[in-house]
């Protein structure tokens, strides 16, 4: 079955950086879009990044210019870098595959991990 494991939460100091990854099984990796999401306390879960099977990226602007969302099809795995951090970055952040072709509206979903950026 699917399968999406984040890995490299934390707690990190506003400015700092840290690096995200999932690990994918269960399906064929390299033709599916790819995304993270986070959700912050008492807020909607958003998504933040996609890359498509081949390459292209998007953000949602306020990640854009300080996040960066990448893959690995021989690994099999997502990773998000992101820096600047400030407080306001402070989520449970999600992996995220499409189950279908139409988009993001049914996902694969990881488990979370969590993200906290101190003042």
């Known amino acids: 079955q699917v399968q999406l494991v984040e890995s490299g939460g934390g707690l990190v100091q506003a400015g700092g950086s840290l690096r995200l990854s999932c690990a994918a099984s269960g399906f064929w990796f390299p033709v599916k879009p790819m995304g993270w999401y986070r959700q912050a306390p008492g807020k909607v879960r958003e998504l933040i990044a996609t890359i498509s099977s081949d390459g292209k990226t998007d953000y949602t602007d306020s990640v854009r210019g300080r996040f960066i969302i990448s893959r690995d099809n021989a690994e099999k795995t997502v990773n998000l870098q992101m820096n600047s951090l400030s407080p306001e970055d402070t989520a449970v952040y999600y992996c995220?595959?499409?189950?279908?072709?139409?988009?993001?509206?049914?996902?694969?979903w990881g488990r979370g991990t969590q993200v906290t950026v101190s003042s």
């Open positions: 995220a595959a499409p189950r279908a072709s139409t988009g993001w509206g049914r996902n694969y």
